[in-house]
C-alpha cells in the first residue's frame, strides 16, 4: 500500500513526535549514526533550534493522512548537499519515505549531485535511495552512536541526471 504523503514546514509542535520516533531501538541501530542518547531531550531539542536555525538545512515534516509519519532534511557537510529522513516506526513499509525523498528532491532541494551516507546493512534505506535514482559511489567507516562501533557506510549520489522510479 502507497501511502498520501505530504511534506510541509516544521513547527514546534512536531518535535515531540520526533522525539518519540528517534527513541526506538531498531530504528536506531538501522540509522546507526544518531545522536549519543537518544533519551537526552535537552540535547535532542538544541539538536533541533540548530537545524531550524541553519541557513543551509531544509526541513520538512512528512504528513500522511492528516498524521505526522517523520521528517526529512538536506543539510551541507564538507561543501555538499546531503540529504537524511527519519519514519516513524509505525509508519514503515507503505513507501512514506520514499515518497516523501522523491518530493523532496522534487522541490525542496533541487541542487545536485546531492549526497547520502547509509550504514551498509540499513537496506531499507538503500532500496528507498536507489527507487529515487540514488546510485553508490564510494564506501567508507564511521563511528556509529547506535552501536559504540566503527561501523561500513555506504556514500550514494543522486547525479545532475539522476533519476529514479519514484520521479
Ligand atoms: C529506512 C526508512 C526511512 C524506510 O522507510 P519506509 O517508509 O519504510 O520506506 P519505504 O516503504 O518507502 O521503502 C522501503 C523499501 O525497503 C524494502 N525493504 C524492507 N525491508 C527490507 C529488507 N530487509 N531488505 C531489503 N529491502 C527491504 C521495502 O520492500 C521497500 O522497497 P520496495 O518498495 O521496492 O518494496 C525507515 O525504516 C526509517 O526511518 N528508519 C530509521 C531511520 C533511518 O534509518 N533513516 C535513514 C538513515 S540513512
Not at 531498531?26 to 531531550?41: E, G, L, Q, S
Not at 546531503?82 to 532541494?109: D, H, K, M, P, Q
Not at 546531492?114 to 527507487?131: F, G, P, Q, T, W
Request: glycine fraction near 8%; proline fraction near 4%.
Amino acid at each position: 500500500m502507497t501511502s498520501d504523503v505530504v511534506l510541509r514546514d516544521v513547527v514546534d509542535n512536531d518535535l515531540p513526535i520526533f522525539f518519540e520516533f528517534q527513541l526506538d531501538p531498531d530504528a536506531n541501530h538501522m540509522a546507526a549514526f544518531t545522536a549519543k542518547n537518544p533519551t537526552d531531550r535537552e540535547a535532542f531539542t538544541a539538536h533541533w533550534e540548530k537545524i531550524l536555525a541553519a541557513p543551509t538545512v531544509i526541513v520538512r515534516t512528512i504528513v500522511t493522512d492528516g498524521q505526522v509519519a517523520g521528517s526529512v532534511l538536506s543539510y551541507v557537510e564538507d561543501g555538499r548537499p546531503e540529504v537524511s529522513y527519519w519514519i516513524g516506526r509505525a509508519y514503515w513499509g507503505r513507501g512514506i519515505a520514499t515518497r516523501a525523498l522523491a518530493v523532496f528532491l522534487a522541490y525542496a532541494n533541487t541542487e545536485r549531485p546531492i549526497h547520502a551516507r547509509v550504514a551498509r546493512d540499513n537496506l531499507r534505506s538503500i532500496r528507498v535511495l536507489e527507487k529515487c535514482g540514488f546510485t553508490v559511489t564510494g564506501e567508507t567507516r564511521g563511528f556509529a552512536s547506535a552501536r559504540g562501533e566503527e561501523i561500513e557506510e555506504l556514500v550514494m549520489e543522486l547525479a545532475p541526471d539522476g533519476g529514479g522510479d519514484a520521479r
